[in-house]
């Protein structure tokens, strides 16, 4: 990858200070781990983010598009080639009447501050959620009892040739922490939400519960990518890490959390090769001791 050319070739189209070499990943994931990209690419509209796909298709060049980094381990190795972070920059939100229409970068928690701004229901699960709109709608992002797919109307994507496709709820194909996107080459460019006309105190205090419970129960003083595992059919994935014996358990800097064992947090000094270790001995260990097989929510990119 001739990394000076194709910097020279994003300049054309995307402003200097949004394209950063050699960047560490770790100061761009929630885990705070991750070796290099060669290059990070931070656009800051629709065009920008077409431009930047249509140079890596024509250097053929790997790219990975990434939001917030909540939910992302890039190893040590790092990632040889190029990702496009869709976040600060690309984040506006606006609202029409009870929709909420936001550019895929812009966060969870803001998107649910702003429906209890304008007295809108729906959205209030989504507060605590670090990451945002665009990454909650390919995982179908969820927390207690709701999910994206309940409040989606419809979203803006671009195909692999740059052209733009609407997507309507039911072509989206939700399921549990899964959407079309994982299947199909497309990126997420705008988001909107249809919620529900509310009373703006009693979404208030929904919210304030939730985060009430959510700090009570998960480790929100470490960094961390939120649960590590999905939740296998029929069982929960911090009951059977917690049965296993491996609440607790650490290797290096990566630690099971001892408040909730779905959660890995980095005790501040993990690496991201720490933390798929120990991922990979709760697979083992459960897969032995109860024949299960845990499946990482969080993305894992990057070079062996």
């Known amino acids: 990858m001739d990394i000076f ?14 394209l950063i070499k050699n960047a560490p990943m770790k100061e761009y994931t929630s885990f705070k781990v991750g070796g290099e990209v060669k290059l990070l690419v931070l656009p800051g509209s ?8 249509s140079v890596c298709k024509a250097y053929d060049v790997q790219y990975y598009i990434m939001g917030k980094g909540s939910n992302l381990i890039v190893k040590e190795k790092g990632y040889d080639g190029i990702i496009i972070k869709l976040s600060d920059g690309f984040n506006e939100i606006s609202v029409q009447d009870d ?14 501050s702003k429906a209890s701004q304008y007295s809108l229901s729906g959205l209030e699960f989504a507060s605590g959620i ?26 803006k994507a671009l195909d692999p040739s740059g052209v ?43 919210m304030k519960e939730l985060a009430d419970r959510r700090n009570s129960k998960q480790p929100m003083n470490y960094p961390s990518a939120g649960s590590i595992f999905k939740r296998p059919q029929g069982h929960y994935a911090s009951k059977l890490i917690e049965d296993a014996g491996l609440k607790g358990l650490s290797i290096g800097g990566a630690r099971v959390s001892p408040l909730h064992a779905g959660f890995i947090i980095n005790e501040g000094t ?35």
């Open 164 to 206: 733009e496709k609407v997507f309507s709820n039911s072509e989206l194909n939700f399921g549990y922490r899964d959407s079309i996107f994982h299947y199909e080459p497309y990126v997420v460019l705008e988001v909107h939400l249809k919620l529900i006309k509310g009373q703006q105190e009693t979404i208030k205090n929904r």
């Open 270 to 304: 993990a690496t991201s090769q720490d933390i798929l270790d120990l991922i990979a001995i709760i697979q083992s260990t459960v897969q032995d001791k109860f024949d299960i097989t845990l499946e990482p929510e969080v993305k894992i990119i990057g070079s062996d």
């Open 99 to 112: 929709l909420i229409i936001a550019q895929s970068g812009a966060l969870m928690s803001a998107l649910a």
């Open 46 to 53: 629709m065009k920008e983010v077409s431009y930047a796909i």
């Open 5 to 18: 050319k194709i910097h020279n070739s994003l300049k054309k189209g995307i402003e200097a200070h949004r």
């Open 130 to 155: 670090p990451g945002t709109v665009g990454g909650a709608v390919v995982m179908n992002a969820g927390a207690y009892g709701g999910e994206m797919s309940h409040i989606t109307y419809k979203v």
